[in-house]
């Protein structure tokens, strides 16, 4: 048997729930002669109507992609939520006019207990489905079943107004019913507005919330080898998001560069639900200024002695160095906080490097396999081993190589 998704089983089980109230409303408003409950009865039969075309509207949003609709039929969640914040909205328009004929009339109900009881069964129902649709709704992100469950939400004050005016008749105060119907129409009517603007924005392609947005540019900024992010835009369809990026990046190797696009999307999709596509476009940047970072075991300047041990180096000389006149623009000798663990201390200090930023490594000591590598390979770092011994010596051996690349 084939499991059905919850948001269509919330669907289905709204059906079968609204369906049973109208068919129980409408009796009890036949024996009683309470023209509210038969009222209600009929908006019920038009949830009805309203739910299967929730049930349609995610059978046709299921759909795959084709060549016509190559983006696939999400936005069909869409138009049916719009159709029901009319529905809701007419659904409002009929009870004023229902509740300003009620005020020039006057009748006594019949079988009162019984409409009572049934004002209540349908009060709590109502209640209980709405609150139901809702959840299902925000968890599973489907814009359809959260309008199915505003509207029924919005029906709640309906049966609200429905009982009170069933007992405001047995009291004798005949004007209570119509009272309550008009002031009802006023949370029907705001309901079916947020609705419909809702709806609206996701069929004019408006950007999803800011919160999002702004989680998405984090979670791009943050991922090591992403330099500047140029644009980003993003989009609802149905319940799922569609996300443009164009980001600069220091890279030019095509494969890492393509490794960095699959780790954004990867990372995003992890991170914020039911994005469908995340199209990203690399621009390379120029890279002005180089990072350097050499183990050392002192911190004694351009003098300091490189380490022949990459975790058990006593400190970290690190450098920035122009590309265009292989200037030293900073310099400084980071001391290594791990250096006598037992374990782990090569994984550590390459993790202190990631944090600083580094573009290149440089040491006596071949990290190649080993987990320091792994990590650095990640960040986009790259090594390189020498047989030089000081400081100085590979700032000027590194600016005659760039030299040397330039010309």
Do not use: W
Not at 8 to 25: E, H, N, R, W, Y
Not at 134 to 150: F, Q, T
Not at 266 to 282: A, T
Not at 350 to 369: P, R
């Amino acid at each position: 048997m084939v499991p059905v998704a919850r948001d269509k089983k919330a669907a289905l089980i709204s059906v079968g729930v609204t369906a049973f109230l109208a068919a129980i409303k409408f009796l009890a408003g036949t024996l009683s002669g309470s023209i509210a409950l038969v009222a209600d009865a009929v908006h019920s039969l038009t949830d009805v109507i309203s739910s299967i075309g929730v049930v349609i509207g995610l059978k046709i949003s299921d759909r795959k992609p084709t060549e016509t609709f190559p983006y696939g039929f999400y936005r069909a969640e869409n138009i049916v939520s719009l159709f029901l914040a009319l529905a809701i909205i007419y659904a409002g328009y009929e009870i004023v006019l229902t509740s300003v004929e009620k005020f020039t009339t006057v009748k006594v109900l019949t079988n009162v207990p019984y409409a009572i009881m049934v004002a209540l069964i349908s009060l709590l129902f109502t209640l209980l489905l709405s609150r139901y649709k809702l959840k299902v709704g925000r968890e599973e992100n489907s814009p359809s079943l959260i309008a199915d469950g505003e509207h029924t939400k919005a029906d709640t004050y309906a049966s609200a107004a429905v009982l009170v005016g069933i007992l405001g008749n047995y009291a004798g105060f005949y004007a209570l019913d119509p009272a309550s119907g008009i002031l009802v129409s006023l949370f029907i009517f705001r309901a079916g507005y947020g609705i419909l603007k809702d709806s609206i924005k996701v069929l004019l392609d408006a950007s999803i919330d800011y919160e999002s947005l702004n989680r998405i540019r984090e979670i791009t900024s943050e991922t090591h080898g992403v330099g500047e992010i140029q644009s980003l835009a993003a989009r609802s369809s149905g319940k799922f998001i569609f996300i443009e990026l164009e980001i600069g990046t220091k890279l030019r190797d095509l494969e890492r560069a393509h490794q960095l696009s699959d780790k954004i999307e990867m990372r995003i999709k992890s991170e914020i639900k039911n994005v469908d596509r995340v199209l990203i476009h690399i621009e390379p940047e120029e890279q002005e200024i180089i990072r350097y970072a050499v183990p050392c075991t002192e911190n004694n300047g351009l003098m300091s002695e490189v380490s022949g041990h990459f975790g058990e180096a006593e400190y970290f000389c690190i450098f920035d160095m122009q590309r265009e006149d292989n200037e030293i623009t900073d310099m400084r000798f980071l001391k290594n906080p791990f250096a006598t663990l037992e374990k782990r201390k090569g994984l550590k200090a390459a993790e202190l490097l990631v944090a600083n930023d580094i573009d290149k490594l440089i040491t006596k000591e071949s990290i190649a396999q080993k987990s320091p590598f792994y990590v650095l390979d990640d960040a986009y770092v790259a090594s390189e081993v020498t047989d030089l011994d000081t400081i100085g010596e590979i700032i000027a051996n590194q600016a005659m190589c760039d030299h040397d690349r330039s010309t």
